[in-house]
């Protein structure tokens, strides 16, 4: 395989049971995807690589390759068009991938530029890690104080309205006594000439009155009142 940069024979390297190939000339490195993250751990044990200084005043944009013009290389392995990646996403470290093979190329030094990504800051990390857990109990939190006003809405609409009865009936009593206030009430808002807006404001049914556990009566009393003749 050639270097896709320098186009001389790539040389074959094992390291710690990876196998990657290196250009003599830029020393730039192929590896199957697979293999880089052990290889950039064991460059970071083979170097000595220390952890990461923080820097709180500093936020580094993370960049994305879309917004780069760099050109594409071909895969040394497949012969592929690679495409360009930000290593873990927020690394800012911009490596070709080859969509086929699966295998990346490394130019000169990004292979380091992952290990000191990998190796970061332990402080940084436990911070991040105790973070996240509180997070998750402030959000646990406050589900769980979050009113719970559904079972209390649902009881106050339990009304003696027999679902079903085997025992035959000519006389319906509760389905007749539902019509008839339905029906007076209409007769009243209708030929009464009250004004019905105060009615309407204290039997009438408000979402976010009810959402509060307020007012749960009116999911019934709203259920008598008619909007116009039609309704």
Same mark, same amino acid.
């Given at each position: 395989?050639?270097?896709?940069?320098?186009?001389?024979?790539?040389?074959?390297?094992l390291?710690?049971?990876?196998?990657?190939?290196?250009?003599?000339?830029?020393?730039?490195?192929l590896?199957?995807?697979?293999?880089?993250?052990?290889?950039?751990?064991?460059?970071?044990?083979?170097?000595?690589?220390?952890?990461?200084?923080?820097?709180?005043?500093?936020?580094?944009?993370?960049?994305?390759?879309?917004?780069l013009?760099?050109?594409?290389?071909t895969?040394?392995?497949?012969?592929?068009?690679?495409?360009?990646?930000?290593?873990?996403?927020?690394?800012?470290?911009?490596?070709?991938?080859?969509?086929?093979?699966?295998? /990346?190329? +490394?130019?000169?030094?990004?292979?380091?530029?992952? %290990?000191?990504?990998?190796?970061?800051?332990? !402080? *940084?990390?436990?911070?991040?890690?105790?973070?996240?857990?509180?997070t998750?109990?402030?959000?646990?939190?406050?589900?769980?104080?979050?009113?719970?006003?559904i079972?209390?809405?649902?009881?106050?609409?339990i009304?003696?309205?027999?679902?079903?009865?085997?025992r035959?009936?000519?006389?319906?009593?509760?389905?007749?006594?539902?019509?008839?206030?339905?029906?007076?009430?209409?007769?009243?808002?209708?030929?009464?000439?009250?004004?019905?807006?105060? /009615?309407? +404001?204290?039997?009438?049914?408000?979402?976010?009155? %009810?959402?509060?556990?307020?007012?749960?009566? !009116? *999911?019934?009393?709203?259920?008598?009142?008619?909007?116009?003749?039609?309704?």
């Open positions: 395989m050639e270097c896709p940069r320098c186009h001389l024979l790539l040389k074959k390297i390291v710690d049971e990876n196998i990657y190939y290196k250009c003599p000339q830029c020393e730039g490195t590896v199957h995807a697979d293999r880089l993250r052990s290889l950039a751990e064991y460059t970071i044990l083979e170097l000595h690589i220390p952890e990461q200084p923080i820097n709180p005043n500093h936020q580094e944009e993370v960049i994305s390759p879309f917004a013009k760099e050109q594409a290389i895969c040394p392995y497949c012969q592929t068009e690679t495409q360009l990646v930000n290593y873990g996403y927020d690394s800012n470290v911009i490596i070709e991938k080859c969509p086929a093979c699966n295998t /990346v190329w +490394l130019d000169k030094d990004e292979l380091l530029q992952i %290990a000191k990504h990998l190796r970061g800051n332990t !402080t *940084l990390q436990r911070y991040g890690a105790a973070l996240a857990d509180v998750e109990e402030q959000v646990r939190g406050a589900e769980e104080d979050q009113p719970n006003f079972p209390a809405a649902v009881q106050s609409t009304i003696p309205v027999p679902i079903g009865d085997e035959a009936t000519k006389h319906p009593i509760i389905v007749y006594t539902i019509i008839g206030i339905t029906s007076l009430l209409f007769f009243w808002q209708t030929f009464s000439g009250t004004n019905t807006e105060n /009615v309407f +404001l204290t039997y009438g049914f408000v979402p976010a009155l %009810a959402s509060n556990g307020e007012r749960l009566f !009116t *999911l019934v009393t709203s259920l008598f009142f008619h909007v116009d003749i039609f309704h």
